[in-house]
């Protein structure tokens, strides 16, 4: 609407009033113009207006017959013969059946008002009735003349009265026509009154059509532009809502970087001669660390979540290995606070069922986790059971337990079973709001049953349907049962990874971990390698020069027999989504965030009993100043300190090189290969806590990747050669060099 | 309306009217039979059949031997409905042997008026001799009188063939 109406539904109402009204005025036209019609038709119908004018003609006439009998009897007494009389005699029934025609019904209503027709009448009557007394016949005129004489001069008495009668009928008719015509005129002027009234109804409702469809077709306009701004917003909305998840995820992920950093050397420190202060609170620094990496996890779930949806891939997955696995997983936990831990499935289950393992896994060991958290004593168990909605996952513990409050805000955000319990137990409060989304997602839900100091059971259904086993997987050999610590065996391990530093890091690492392994410095030499010698894991670095990581997996994944199928983990500092999924889809097994923590590394290549996993890449902290002394104490405390210094000097020892490289990709402005140098440096250069150097890497790796201008490229690239420069003097001032 | 109304008829007109018939039915050249008593019609022009000095002259007799139809109904000249009886005219016509496209019918009192020869075809137009079963005399539209059958045709109701309806009647020409 152009101008804004008072109210659509009034103005609607008004537009319907105005049509009834025009309708009916419409239709009222119509009717008088057929009553009109009618009129006109019964006015021009024969039989009145013949009548009108026949009395004229018969008045007329009848004077005619009167002078003709005159003539005709003055003949007849001249002439005197018979056939005169004879015709005479005829010519006075003529006149007497005339003076009938004009004595009709008719004739009186016509002229009721007009005295004279009654007397003209009376005295042709009176005559007639004389005249037949006599009668007057042929006989009569021949034989008594005088009679016949009589006749005639008593008629002559009459002419003067029959000829005003005739003009006045004529007059009277003339009058009845002319005013029969102004009624003919007068109707005519009406009806095409009436006929333009209908044309104006008519254009009237054809405006009215018109202005509707118009505005019909307004409507839609501007419904579609409302839509496309709806569109707009929604996409605006939507990628503003993105952005701000992936800057979450990228932050979860830059945050966990160093934390991982951290736990290594943690843990690589446990195992240095400590007092026992020391022991307790290396320990205390240990936990701590974990609860925040725990929580880095979540935070980065939830926005991975949010930022676009869970991804379900399902694939076979063998229950009972799931729950081995689970076991191995939970079972310090448990052991360590003393409780009994049984997981058991139940008879009659399927072998394989189709399912995320991953997401499965996840949901199962966080109620797990957590039924082992609350419980202090007693047991904790999980029961895998077949039920009609699916497969039913019970984890039930002799906790806490929770009241009905408690248990209904207990998959909201951020809520524990109290303020207290969060003080006690630690948490995100994620936890639980993740696992119920995930087995959302999957088409399942979790329930609780709880009271109050009489433990909890949480179920997870889920409608897993069960699958054949995948081809390559027929003999699931028996995991020997042993402590999820201790390594299992030597693993031969090729690590692909093109920066010294992080290599001679893994080399520490791998070999603290009691595996031997074989470095090489890109894709096409791992290949090499791999074709050379057998090897129980490749860990692949994704971006290396040559080859990259994917490529040489596919060729890899091409190699006859047994080593066409080696167990390959790729090793990445992105911990994108895509970067896992193109990894996989390369055909590497698993997908690791650089850098790993040394417990987990640990854990997941004792798991590899056959096919083992993963090392840990250098973690790079970013403080103040420089230098980061820190971890420069770490790898001191965690590596034979004779190998601390060749880190740093192989790093010094590459700077000429990578500040060629920059420089060279400066003068040619090539984005690619700074961000890719930049890349290298950031990793290597924090994992030895050269801070400043990681700093400005990372700013060049991040403006490189953004599409930054080439100046301030440039810019950028001159504070990361100044940087490498100081480098040395850092590692020189601590006689590193 | 019209309906058959075979009248009273003398046994001596028996004869006559098989003869008339049949030369009705035969061709023109037989004669048609003089009459006997006053003639109250006369034909002229094209016919094929005269009595008398190339006319085809009627008296009452040879009218009231032909075939007698009568039709009541209402009409301009009279305040309510009439029965009106007498032999079709396209019959009194075919006795005469008339073959024209037009009659020109022609009353006692000079009144004059030409019907179209289709007129005796389509409709059953009636050369009416009795009112209300009464012979008409002269000062009452007598002695013959043509009366159309308006209540069969709606479009007969029209001053056209209010004026063919002739009364008085005493001649026709056929042309």
Redesign the interface.
């Known amino acids: 609407m152009s101008r804004p109406p008072p109210n659509a539904a009034t103005k609607r109402r008004r537009l319907r009033l105005l049509l009834l009204a025009m309708g009916s005025v419409l239709v009222m036209a119509f009717a008088a113009v057929g009553l009109l019609q009618s009129r006109q038709s019964e006015l021009l119908s024969?039989?009145k207006?013949?009548?009108d004018?026949?009395l004229v003609w018969s008045l007329f006439?009848f004077e005619v017959?009167y002078l003709k009998l005159r003539l005709s009897l003055s003949q007849a007494l001249e002439l005197k013969t018979a056939e005169a009389a004879e015709q005479a005699a005829?010519r006075y029934?003529?006149f007497?059946?005339?003076l009938?025609?004009i004595e009709?019904?008719h004739a009186g209503k016509v002229l009721r008002a007009n005295p004279e027709y009654r007397a003209t009448l009376d005295h042709a009557r009176r005559f007639v009735q004389w005249v037949d007394t006599l009668p007057l016949d042929a006989a009569l005129i021949t034989q008594r003349p005088g009679e016949a004489r009589e006749v005639l001069s008593r008629m002559a008495g009459l002419a003067d009265a029959i000829r005003d009668l005739s003009l006045t009928a004529s007059h009277h008719v003339a009058a009845q026509v002319s005013a029969r015509n102004e009624l003919v005129r007068s109707q005519s002027q009406l009806g095409l009154w009436l006929t333009l009234l209908q044309c104006a109804l008519t254009l009237g409702f054809a405006v009215i059509v018109l202005r509707q469809f118009r505005s019909l077709d307004r409507h839609g306009r501007e419904q579609e532009a409302l839509a496309e701004s709806l569109r707009e917003a929604r996409q605006e909305a939507e990628a503003g809502s993105r952005a701000k998840s992936v800057f979450l995820a990228n932050m979860s992920h830059e945050l966990r970087t160093p934390m991982h950093g951290l736990l290594g050397m943690l843990s690589l420190l446990k195992d240095t001669p400590l007092q026992p202060q020391q022991q307790e609170q290396l320990q205390a620094a240990s936990d701590s660390a974990r609860h925040l990496l725990t929580i880095l996890n979540d935070i980065l779930d939830v926005s991975k979540m949010e930022a676009g949806g869970i991804s379900i891939q399902p694939e076979p997955v063998r229950l009972a290995r799931l729950i081995q696995e689970l076991e191995e997983l939970t079972w310090p936990q448990a052991s360590a606070k003393g409780l009994d831990l049984g997981l058991r499935l139940d008879e009659g289950l399927p072998g394989w069922v189709s399912a995320d393992p991953t997401r499965l896994r996840q949901i199962l060991l966080n109620l797990l986790s957590n039924a082992i958290k609350f419980s202090e004593r007693g047991r904790v168990g999980l029961r895998v059971s077949q039920r009609p909605q699916g497969l039913a996952f019970e984890v039930s513990d002799t906790g806490v337990g929770m009241d009905a409050a408690t248990q209904a805000k207990l998959f909201q955000r951020f809520s524990q079973g109290d303020q207290t319990s969060s003080r006690r137990f630690g948490g995100t409060g994620l936890g639980l709001e993740i696992s119920r989304n995930l087995a959302r997602a999957m088409g399942g839900d979790i329930e609780v049953r709880s009271e109050p100091g009489r433990g909890s059971v949480f179920t997870v259904l889920l409608p897993l349907p069960p699958c054949a086993a995948p081809a390559g997987t027929a003999t699931p050999a028996p995991r020997p049962a042993e402590s999820p610590v201790r390594p299992a065996r030597t693993l031969r391990i090729l690590v692909s990874e093109d920066h010294v530093t992080n290599r001679q890091f893994l080399e520490a690492v791998l070999e603290r971990l009691g595996h031997s392994a074989v470095f090489c410095e890109n894709g096409f030499e791992a290949l090499q390698q791999l074709k050379a010698q057998d090897f129980d894991l490749v860990l692949m670095d994704l971006h290396t020069p040559m080859m990259d990581g994917y490529q040489a997996t596919r060729a890899m994944r091409e190699l006859p027999g047994a080593k066409g199928r080696t167990r390959i983990v790729a090793l990445s500092a992105d911990a994108f989504e895509e970067s896992r999924e193109r990894a996989l889809q390369a055909g590497m097994d698993d997908f690791l965030a650089k850098p790993v923590d040394l417990p987990t590394l640990a854990a997941m290549l004792n798991q590899q009993a056959r096919p083992l996993e993963p090392a840990p890449a250098p973690p790079p902290p970013l403080p103040a100043s420089g230098f980061d002394e820190d971890v420069l104490q770490q790898l001191r405390s965690h590596l034979p300190p004779a190998k601390v210094p060749p880190l740093y000097q192989s790093f010094i020892r590459d700077v000429p090189a990578s500040r060629q490289r920059l420089s060279q990709a400066m003068a040619v402005t090539d984005a690619g290969a700074l961000r890719a140098e930049a890349h290298a440096l950031k990793g290597a250069s924090a994992s030895l806590g050269l801070i400043e150097v990681a700093a400005a890497a990372l700013a060049l790796e991040q403006h490189a990747r953004s599409g930054a201008d080439a100046r301030t490229l440039q810019q950028v690239a001159q504070d990361l050669l100044a940087a490498l420069l100081r480098s040395e003097h850092h590692c020189a001032a601590r006689g590193l060099l | 309306m019209a309906t058959a109304d075979h009248l009273r008829m003398p046994a001596s007109l028996s004869r006559r009217r098989w003869l008339l018939s049949s030369a009705a039915l035969a061709a023109p050249a037989w004669a048609l039979e003089p009459p006997a008593e006053t003639v109250v019609l006369s034909i002229s022009g094209k016919i094929s059949r005269p009595n008398r000095e190339g006319r085809a002259l009627f008296d009452m007799a040879m009218l009231a031997a032909l075939p007698q139809h009568s039709i009541t109904q209402r009409t301009?000249?009279y305040?309510g409905p009439r029965k009106f009886t007498g032999p079709l005219l396209r019959e009194v016509l075919a006795a005469a042997g008339a073959q024209g496209q037009s009659i020109e019918a022609i009353a006692?009192?000079d009144y004059r008026v030409t019907i179209p020869m289709q007129d005796c075809q389509q409709h059953a137009v009636l050369l009416a001799r009795l009112m209300d079963d009464k012979p008409m005399?002269?000062?009452?539209?007598g002695p013959l009188f043509i009366i159309y059958p308006f209540d069969d045709d709606v479009r007969l109701?029209?001053?056209v063939y209010?004026s063919r309806c002739a009364w008085?009647l005493k001649a026709l020409d056929i042309r």
Do not use: C, F, H, M
């Open positions: 024969s039989t207006r013949y009548q004018d026949y006439q017959e005829q029934e003529i007497v059946s005339r009938a025609l009709g019904e | 301009p000249w305040p006692i009192n005399p002269l000062r009452d539209k109701r029209s001053s209010y008085q």
